[in-house]
């Protein structure tokens, strides 16, 4: 098993197939705190995560810095947003986190960033990644 798989097998395993992609803006961060105020297990597992990964991109390396997923320019000097992929399931411990530079998503809708990230996973980890959008009702099977 090569290191990339090893390090996400924890993650294959807890989300079975069924994984989630959240992008988060910083200008996103108050409303989570709110909602994590208001009890939601989700936000506050979401402000962990980024806590955890910004940490990490502070402590980066200058010749080793963190880098935006779908263009590789560094992310140290600039605004970015956050995507998560995580099990889709409200217990969640694993995540994978990525870097968007405000280049690629400054201007672009949270669908926009979404497909690229998506795209990313599916050239770099998921070749065979769908994308299944849920029914906003329920209905009969």
Do not use: Y
Not at 46 to 67: G, H, I, M, S, Y
């Amino acid at each position: 098993m090569d290191n990339l798989n090893l390090r996400i097998h924890p993650l294959h395993t807890e989300a079975a197939g069924l994984l989630t992609c959240q992008v988060v803006r910083f200008s996103d961060v108050p409303a989570l705190l709110l909602n994590v105020a208001r009890g939601d297990v989700r936000a506050a597992q979401t402000l962990r995560t980024l806590d955890q990964f910004l940490t990490n991109v502070e402590r980066a390396k200058p010749q080793e810095p963190t880098l935006c997923a779908t263009c590789d320019r560094s992310v140290q000097q600039s605004s970015f947003a956050c995507a998560i992929v995580s099990a889709d399931r409200d217990d969640a411990t694993q995540a994978l986190v990525f870097a968007i530079c405000f280049h690629c998503a400054g201007t672009g809708s949270l669908a926009s960033i979404k497909a690229r990230i998506e795209d990313f996973l599916r050239e770099n980890i998921w070749p065979e990644l769908r994308v299944i959008n849920p029914a906003p009702h329920g209905g009969r099977a």
